[in-house]
């Protein structure tokens, strides 16, 4: 049943719809990855030097923000290709 959904789906979608949906896909793990890797090297850093784990949390919110902005603007790229 749901093979049959998935097929009609696809054959209903051109290949820039495809696409668009291949790019989301992407997008939303190169930002998890990304947010997961600053998370990291924000422990080790906080583990090295606890004195400075106000500075270091500080920025690891900023920049994760930042990551998070342009993979949302991204996936509207996406959903714009998908449905203009």
């Known amino acids: ?3 049959m959904i998935l ?3 696809v054959a209903g979608l051109s290949l820039a719809g495809i696409g668009a949906c291949i790019g989301a896909g992407i997008v939303a793990v190169g ?3 990304g947010i997961g890797k600053i998370g990291s090297s924000a422990m080790d ?3 090295r030097q606890p004195e400075a784990t106000n500075n270091i949390r500080t920025n ?3 920049i994760a923000a ?3 902005g342009v993979a949302l603007f991204a996936i509207i790229v996406c959903l714009l290709a998908l449905f203009v």
């Open 66 to 68: 930042l990551i998070e």
């Open 1 to 3: 049943m749901l093979s």
């Open 45 to 47: 850093s906080i583990a």
């Open 7 to 9: 097929l009609e789906t």
């Open 31 to 33: 930002a998890a990855l």
């Open 60 to 62: 690891m919110i900023v």
